[in-house]
């Protein structure tokens, strides 16, 4: 089975909010988690990663945020633009090769 | 796309066919993976390679197999393609482990539709 999985299949946000996608997993051995995007007709998008030894990690514009307690991540994404549309996956690594994907979130951005 | 080609990007063949699909990286990166995407089962892992002619199975390994002769190129083979094959295939590269925090990157895709 998955080891992550994702609250909301779809969020639609207004251009300039913050948007918030949350991830569960189930592996509380897990150390490693990563966040892409996924465009329509594109490959997913390395966008973020932070370990376990971390609560929260900031890049330009999005953030993610860790809770080791109740397995949970998100990823905070400031003043959301139309470019930011598309869908999000957390991952983690299940084995030393291989790296599991939650189905995504679709986030839509309104204008 | 972090130097990861993809060939073809389209492709439309029949059942029971034999097909290849090639991911050419420029990056030197050691590990390289195939993905499958399809609607309802998001990513999953059909085979993935670890270095030159290291190769393991994924979670849908079986009706493929792949080959990996050089650093920067790993094929992906459908010996007899089937219509449950239909679907998006995506390689992708890792520097190191992902249990080394090593994230992958992937290519475009190629979307396969088997008739």
């Known amino acids: 089975g998955e080891n992550v999985g994702l609250h909301l299949p779809t969020l639609s946000v207004q251009e300039g909010d913050n948007s918030i996608i949350n991830c569960a997993y189930s592996?509380?051995?897990?150390?490693?988690f990563i966040w892409y995007k996924q465009e329509s007709g594109k490959g997913p998008q390395f966008i973020i990663d932070?370990?376990?030894?971390?609560d929260k990690r900031q890049g330009q514009r999005v953030t993610v945020l860790l809770n080791k307690t109740v397995k949970h991540l998100s990823l905070q994404i400031a003043a959301t633009q139309p470019g930011d549309s598309a869908v999000y996956f957390c991952?983690?690594?299940?084995?030393?090769?291989?790296?599991?994907f939650g189905k995504g979130t679709l986030l839509t951005v309104n204008p | 796309d972090a130097g990861i080609t993809q060939s073809p990007r389209h492709k439309v063949t029949e059942t029971g066919t034999p097909v290849t699909l090639r991911c050419h990286q420029t990056?030197?990166?050691?590990?390289m993976y195939w993905y499958r995407q399809d609607p309802g089962h998001g990513l999953r892992l059909i085979h993935y390679?670890?270095?030159?002619?290291?190769?393991d199975k994924g979670e849908v390994s079986d009706g493929y197999s792949v080959s990996r002769s050089k650093t920067e190129d790993f094929l992906l083979t459908l010996e007899s393609a089937t219509s449950s094959q239909t679907s998006v295939y995506f390689c992708?590269?890792?520097?190191?482990?992902?249990?080394?925090?090593?994230?992958?990157?992937f290519g475009n895709g190629t979307r396969l539709t088997v008739t």
């Open positions: 992708a590269i890792s520097e190191s482990s992902p249990t080394y925090n090593s994230p992958l990157h």
């Open positions: 592996n509380s051995a897990s150390d490693y």
């Open positions: 932070i370990r376990s030894n971390m």
């Open positions: 991952a983690d690594p299940v084995s030393n090769y291989k790296l599991t």
């Open positions: 990056e030197n990166h050691r590990y």
């Open positions: 390679s670890y270095g030159v002619k290291d190769t």
